[in-house]
């Protein structure tokens, strides 16, 4: 049984799966899949509003979002129901062996308390194994409702007359099969919010010119030729084309650019993008859906849903197993029956037996159980994993792709060199910028409280656009910027040469003059982290292949690049793009782990086969991705890789122990070895199948203490 999606396991073609509920939508009936229900075509989802776009075949995002609420409590009351009552039988057995209770009271006891186990928490199983009958199909939950219901059927009826009862053994199986639904429910992702945190990005109005004023109008009603004015901070309301002024806005959350970008009268303008310096007027060019965030909503979105859910590995073995785990017990009960002569009650308690030792509790923990604890374990590491389908793609990438601004670097621009008396060079440039809104001021001034430089008062404070800085200090006139503003000042030629080394390595270089000679230099470049190169260096060393994708120019890409080790750069990406080349690398037969952290990141981050998300970058790409960072230390990839390959090593070892109790129990519970007097009663046989979950368990633990870097 396939656990993310309900109850119930429906083979069709063309399934998606919602964004929201993550239950299955099957194009071709236009039906979604809920935990008790099935429901098609006008009546999909009866409830309040038709949970299927009959037009687009996928879930609203909306008032239905309570579905997977709904799911969870139901599976939750489910469980609580079967441990308060099986700790009811727990006592029964436990009076039982110590004969503090009479078998009366323990036959009786296990039944009242059973019954209500079949009723409400085993009744899901027998309507999804009949579901699965009628469709010619067998999972987990078929041989679940068969144990259960054999084993309950058989000791009602034995109940009255005398026999012995294994009520016990159907409300443990339950119980059982239910913990391991809850621990795997516990790692799965909620209903992502990613596309709403998208939409609270823009801005709810803009101010628009209307009869020679301009007026704030809510951005619902902005129309394609609105005349927009954009004052400092504040955000773009839609897409765009200046038309008066200059500015440099912030457009990091679309291009990766870490560096504010110029604008000025004919360049174009991102909406949700933020305006950092001047005032600037543009023209509304696309509006409502057509802007460049709709269109990463909408991509986010289809991305999402059309993610196919991984194939549980039991759900497998169960297509097998179930349909052979039956055969054998009819096999038995007529073996004994009509073969050996043996009476109905004898024949039936061997099938009996056969039923229960082979029923899945210990295959049912074998994954969840290896998740819990190998996601618990990744999470003291600062890598939390989202559900055991990200957990088994991460064992199996082969490819890591990382975005740059963000991941891969700080994300925010510092001084990476001070070229002539630091000091001084420092000092002067400080004293200028602190009175300048540029964003690279705050990088040169950041630096120089972290050095503890005084800096001097600045008189005549004059902003060049385009160009640079100016003003007075100590009588002296300072000035920095580019080569432009610096055009009759007398550069040393050593100077010059350095600052062309500085530019070749992507960094944008501050000019600082005074006096119309050029005295220093000043680098500021957006940094690799600290841990980003020994990451690389890891990676690689396990035969990954690692790739820059990025929005940012080729020359900064391939600076970045060389310096963490990274061989393969692809630049000058737009984040529909990035999804693209995450798309195309995954055709050509990479299994590929995108690391990002910003919002240009999130549609990559929904269709790479592993979206690893930095914990310190933004909500949407933390909500789009299938594993966090929480730590920022990019070594966390490497911490990923190692113990999801560790975790799922260990699920497979899980399912031979879960499965070898299986081998050697259902022969000797079938009464093979009935004639040398070995045999397995039901009662014996739920005691090895109580073991068998035993096993799987300790094995399970044995993840806390396995090695990794």
């Known amino acids: 049984?396939?656990?993310?999606?309900?109850?119930y396991t429906v083979r069709e073609a063309n399934a998606n799966t919602c964004t929201e509920c993550n239950h299955e939508i099957h194009e071709e009936k236009n039906c979604c899949v809920k935990d008790k229900h099935v429901h098609t075509g006008e009546n999909a989802h009866e409830h309040n509003q038709s949970h299927m776009d009959t037009n687009k075949h996928a879930c609203s995002h909306h008032n239905d979002a309570q579905h997977d609420i709904k799911h969870t409590l139901g599976l939750q009351q489910r469980f609580w129901i079967s441990a308060v009552l099986g700790a009811v039988l727990l006592v029964l057995m436990v009076g039982m062996f110590t004969g503090t209770m009479s078998h009366t009271v323990v036959r009786w006891g296990t039944f009242i308390a059973t019954t209500p186990i079949m009723l409400a928490s085993g009744a899901p199983f027998m309507t999804s194994a009949w579901q699965s009958f009628k469709k010619h199909n067998a999972n987990m939950d078929t041989l679940v409702a068969l144990g259960t219901g054999v084993a309950y059927i058989y000791?009602?009826?034995?109940?009255?007359?005398?026999?012995?009862?294994?009520?016990?053994?159907?409300?443990?199986?339950?119980?059982?099969?239910?913990?391991?639904?809850?621990?795997?429910?516990?790692?799965?992702?909620?209903a992502s919010h990613a596309v709403e945190k998208l939409l609270d990005l823009q801005t709810k109005s803009a101010h628009v010119l209307r009869d020679g004023t301009y007026i704030e109008i809510p951005r619902e009603e902005l129309k394609v030729g609105d005349i927009i004015r954009v004052l400092p901070g504040e955000k773009i309301a839609v897409d765009g084309v200046i038309v008066e002024g200059r500015t440099a806005i912030d457009e990091s959350m679309v291009t990766g650019e870490s560096m504010p970008t110029s604008k000025s009268v004919g360049d174009a303008v991102i909406g949700s993008t933020i305006n950092t310096t001047g005032t600037i007027v543009f023209r509304a060019e696309k509006v409502g859906s057509n802007t460049m965030l709709a269109q990463i909503v909408d991509f986010v979105k289809q991305a999402q849903s059309s993610h196919a859910p991984i194939q549980n590995l039991t759900d497998k073995i169960s297509h097998i197993f179930v349909p052979t785990v039956v055969i054998l017990?009819?096999?038995?009960?007529?073996?004994?029956?009509?073969v050996v002569g043996a009476s109905p009650i004898d024949a039936l308690v061997y099938a009996v037996s056969v039923l229960i030792i082979a029923c899945p509790c210990a295959l049912g923990l074998a994954t969840p159980t290896a998740l819990m604890v190998g996601t618990a374990r990744s999470a003291a590491m600062g890598v939390l994993i989202k559900n055991g389908a990200a957990l088994q793609e991460t064992s199996k990438i082969d490819t890591v792709v990382f975005d740059k601004t963000g991941t891969l670097t700080i994300g925010k621009p510092i001084v990476s060199d001070i070229v002539g008396d630091a000091h001084e060079v420092l000092r002067l440039a400080a004293s200028v910028e602190r009175n300048s809104e540029h964003p690279l001021a705050g990088a040169i001034t950041e630096r120089a409280q972290q050095e503890g430089i005084e800096l001097n008062e600045a008189y005549d404070f004059e902003a060049l656009s385009g160009l640079g800085v100016r003003a007075h200090i100590d009588g002296h006139v300072v000035v920095l910027g580019n080569e432009k503003i610096h055009e009759n000042h007398t550069f040393d030629v050593q100077l010059r040469?350095?600052?062309?080394?500085?530019?070749?390595?992507?960094?944008?270089?501050?000019?600082?003059?005074?006096?119309?000679?050029?005295v220093g230099l000043i680098a500021i470049q957006d940094a690799p982290k600290e841990s980003a190169q020994s990451a690389i260096a890891s990676l690689k060393k396990r035969g990954l292949r690692t790739v820059m994708l990025t929005g940012d120019n080729e020359k900064v890409a391939h600076a970045i690049a060389q310096k963490v080790g990274i061989d393969e750069v692809i630049s000058d990406v737009l984040p529909q793009e990035k999804a693209d080349v995450i798309s195309t690398l995954r055709a050509d037969g990479a299994t590929v782990a995108f690391v990002g952290d910003g919002i240009n990141d999130a549609p990559a981050l929904s269709v790479a086969d592993v979206g690893i998300a930095m914990g310190t970058g933004t909500d949407i790409a933390i909500e789009a991705g299938s594993v966090v960072l929480t730590h920022n230390d990019l070594r966390g990839v490497v911490r990923a890789y190692d113990m999801s390959k560790k975790t799922f090593n260990r699920i497979i070892l899980n399912l031979f122990w879960a499965s070898i109790y299986n081998v050697i129990g259902i022969p000797i519970a079938a009464g093979i070895f009935a004639s040398v007097g070995f045999v397995l009663n039901p009662e014996i046989s739920g005691l090895a199948m109580a073991l068998s979950s035993v096993s799987v368990l300790a094995s399970s633990l044995l993840l806390n203490v396995s090695k990794v870097e």
């Open 497 to 518: 040469k350095r600052m062309s080394e500085m530019n070749n390595d992507a960094k944008t270089v501050v000019i600082v003059g005074v006096d119309n000679k050029i």
């Open 155 to 190: 000791s009602l009826i034995a109940l009255f007359m005398g026999l012995p009862v294994y009520f016990e053994s159907a409300g443990f199986i339950i119980f059982f099969v239910l913990l391991g639904q809850i621990f795997e429910e516990k790692m799965r992702s909620n």
């Open 329 to 338: 017990s009819i096999l038995t009960f007529l073996t004994w029956f009509v």
């Open 1 to 7: 049984m396939n656990m993310q999606k309900g109850s």
